[in-house]
Nanobody, 120 residues
Framework: QLQACGGGLVQAGGSLRLSCLAS????????MGWFRQAPGKDREFVAAIKWNGATTYAADSVKGRFTASRDNAKNTVYLQMNSLQPEDTAVYYCAAGTLFSNNRDHYNFWGQGTLVTVSS
């Protein structure tokens, strides 16, 4: 089970850090991904991080602004979001899979999502 939290309302240019707590299953060997879905749009890839935390991958739209990290001892994955813009407004989901991928079909476990709203 994955549970994302940390969303909220923030002004443009601000920062938020999302957390995703894993429970009921050991996800330490999984790739963890972050996706987002804006109203009326498809769910899109944001970032992924390998099991050891040494390798991360971010979508071009967030590269340089968003950073994924993880603490396996706490079964928690984070998404640090800086320089937020209104177009970042979406429900953000964490997911776990076995492939280091930006394809949502490669992720088997999903959290319930947390809403991020960025005002202009």
């Amino acid at each position: 089970q994955l549970q994302a939290c940390g969303g909220g309302l923030v002004q443009a240019g601000g920062s938020l850090r999302l957390s995703c707590l894993a429970s009921g299953h050991t996800f330490t060997s999984y790739v963890m991904g972050w996706f987002r879905q804006a109203p009326g749009k498809d769910r899109e890839f944001v970032a992924a991080i390998k099991w050891n935390g040494a390798t991360t991958y971010a979508a071009d739209s967030v590269k340089g602004r968003f950073t994924a990290s993880r603490d396996n001892a706490k079964n928690t994955v984070y998404l640090q979001m800086n320089s937020l813009q209104p177009e970042d407004t979406a429900v953000y989901y964490c997911a776990a899979g076995t492939l280091f991928s930006n394809n949502r079909d490669h992720y088997n476990f999903w959290g319930q999502g947390t809403l991020v709203t960025v005002s202009s």
